[in-house]
């Protein structure tokens, strides 16, 4: 088979993948069982959080493809592991793998951002409500966490650092939680405050980071760790920073 499509192939399945964000021992074994059941020897791959090196036989040149963005999109995993289990049972040839794995790379997120925006909303109140708040705090956490939510997508289109938009949608947390308390909607501040934060909360980075290095992937394991720690300073460092100015002006 032609090794250049082959090695396409496997690339393009590690980007879409570390883009998607998936533990980067998946995104390796994923990789060399589609290269393997495409008849490679001496498969290496090479997945971190930023890039994935690839390369079939050690004679021949290690290929690099960068990845600058990363999300959560759970459904292109899905189907990127779909494919390569096509391709490991001998049912799709490579012309019709590489389009199958296009399409994946071009289609968009299967949620729309209106969607993620009411679900983090209906997250955020549920979450009042399980951490020991009453139902009239439910209302004011879940338009505290939407409002926030869509908030932090605003900032991400202007400057396209996740942790530094959570930290923004923090402070708008705690302004609109302490509002609500004070015009007398809702009853425990605290409680509201967690429900609302909790659609940001890093869990899919920090689960990633606890299983790569379990899985000896120590270099993706701590830059994630440190990529989620810093997510979760900035949320609590973004209402901290509110409540500062609230003693400080009162």
Request: one cysteine or more; aromatic letters at 8%.
């Amino acid at each position: 088979m032609d090794n250049k499509q082959i090695i396409e192939i496997c690339m393009l399945a590690g980007k879409i993948m570390l883009e998607s964000g998936a533990e980067t021992h998946r995104v390796e074994d994923t990789m060399n069982r589609i290269a393997e059941a495409y008849g490679c020897k001496d498969v290496q791959s090479f997945a971190m959080p930023t890039g994935v090196h690839f390369s079939i036989q050690e004679s021949d040149a290690s290929h690099f493809r960068r990845v600058s963005s990363r999300a959560t999109d759970l459904h292109k995993i899905a189907d990127v592991n779909e494919i390569s289990r096509d391709i490991a049972r001998g049912l799709i040839p490579l012309e019709q793998a590489r389009e199958k794995l296009r399409e994946v790379e071009r289609s968009r997120q299967t949620f729309t951002k209106l969607i993620q925006i009411i679900a983090a909303a209906l997250v955020s109140g549920s979450f009042t409500i399980m951490f020991g708040g009453t139902w009239p705090d439910f209302l004011p956490s879940m338009i505290t966490g939407g409002v926030a939510y869509g908030f932090m997508f605003w900032v991400v289109y202007l400057i396209d650092t996740r942790f530094i938009a959570d930290f923004f949608a923090s402070i708008i947390i705690g302004l609109l939680a302490y509002l609500s308390i004070q015009m007398g909607f809702g009853h425990s501040l605290d409680k509201i405050i967690i429900g609302a934060v909790m659609p940001l909360v890093p869990g899919l980075p920090i689960t990633n980071a606890v299983r790569d290095l379990l899985a000896g992937h120590l270099v993706a394991g701590v830059s994630k760790g440190v990529e989620a720690g810093l997510t979760a300073v900035a949320i609590g460092a973004g209402v901290a920073v509110m409540f500062g100015f609230v003693e400080l002006f009162t």
